[in-house]
């Protein structure tokens, strides 16, 4: 049996191998395109803050418009400063995203699963907590994606890009 293959490896040798049910696409609501472009926007917009705040240029701005004692701590706060900040920040929303949604414990869960002495009423607002809980901090998810998105893009910029392609492009790019 191939890794690709759509059948399931049989748990015991002498079943037949099972098929996978075919997943049904959920076609893209109004919503949907509008969180999608919320999220590049926020993205966007975080990246551009980010790289500004620790340019080169706005370091020599600080240091030319400010006094020389001034102008290093401001120097430093912006540079090192920004991306702690930015990974701060993201790391205290996504833990906070996790505990709102009580570590998705709740997810998947049928009414079948609840103990007995539940009633219907009660096994039903349960449930139903949970996927409120999640479409409330839906926009939570946006807020963390945007902020660890400048973070990676520099982590690429610093550390991958030349180690992958330095020994390529050492040349071209000053490596």
């Known amino acids: 049996m191939s890794f690709f293959s759509n059948k399931k490896a049989p748990m015991l040798p002498n079943q037949p191998p099972q098929q996978q049910q075919p997943r049904e696409k959920k076609p893209i609501t109004k919503e949907d395109k509008k969180l999608l472009w919320t999220l590049i926007g926020c993205s966007v917009a975080s990246t551009l803050v980010y790289f500004v705040a620790v340019s080169d240029v706005l370091r020599i701005w600080i240091v030319a418009n400010f006094a020389p004692d001034v102008a290093r701590i401001l120097a430093g706060i912006f540079g090192i400063g920004t991306m702690v900040a930015f990974a701060v920040v993201a790391t205290v929303f996504l833990v906070v995203y996790i505990l709102y949604n ?65 020994p390529i492009f050492g040349d071209y790019l000053g490596m």
């Not at 414990?105 to 096994?123: A, F, G, Q």
């Not at 520099?154 to 330095?166: H, M, N, V, Y």
């Open 102 to 166: 009580r570590g998705f414990t709740r997810d998947n869960v049928t009414p079948e699963m609840l103990p007995d002495t539940m009633s219907e009423h009660e096994k039903t607002a349960f449930i139903q907590e949970a996927v409120d809980r999640k479409r409330k901090s839906k926009w939570m998810i946006i807020v963390i994606i945007a902020l660890f998105c400048p973070l990676a893009i520099d982590f690429l910029i610093l550390t991958a890009i030349p180690t992958l392609l330095g």
